[in-house]
């Protein structure tokens, strides 16, 4: 997500995100979309999964649940824990991975 995202966060809201795990490309319920790093993609499915939900998590959003589906595709559910405020004491969209795109 970038800053200044235009969709008001409010606390409790949830947040759909679908990590393709072979690769490591994510994209959310909102249209953002990301991926991690290659070198961490080669480590699995798993270590996939597990840098987009701590990339979400250390930007406020509390993860509730995990459903693996497919062809390594895991669905993940998220609800706000909280809001980020930047220096100005504005709140920002908190960003959900390594690298993200506007959709």
Same mark, same amino acid.
């Given at each position: 997500?970038?800053?200044?995202?235009?969709w008001t966060m409010k606390l409790g809201q949830r947040l %759909?995100?679908?990590?393709?795990?072979?690769? $490591?490309?994510?994209?959310?319920?909102?249209?953002?979309? $990301?991926?991690? *790093? !290659?070198?961490?993609?080669?480590?699995? *499915? &798993? !270590?996939?999964?597990?840098?987009?939900?701590n990339g979400f998590g250390m930007n406020g959003w509390g &993860?509730? /649940?995990?459903?693996?589906?497919?062809?390594? +595709?895991?669905?993940?559910?998220?609800?706000?824990?909280? +809001?980020? %405020?930047?220096?100005? $004491? /504005? /709140?920002?969209? *908190?960003?959900? $991975?390594?690298?993200?795109?506007?959709?």
């Amino acid at each position: 997500m970038q800053e200044g995202s235009d969709w008001t966060m409010k606390l409790g809201q949830r947040l %759909e995100v679908e990590v393709y795990a072979h690769g $490591g490309w994510w994209k959310n319920s909102k249209g953002q979309t $990301g991926q991690v *790093p !290659a070198s961490e993609a080669r480590k699995g *499915p &798993l !270590a996939t999964v597990a840098m987009v939900a701590n990339g979400f998590g250390m930007n406020g959003w509390g &993860l509730t /649940e995990v459903v693996s589906q497919e062809h390594s +595709i895991y669905r993940l559910t998220f609800e706000l824990a909280y +809001i980020m %405020e930047d220096e100005d $004491g /504005e /709140e920002r969209a *908190p960003a959900g $991975g390594v690298v993200t795109h506007s959709g």
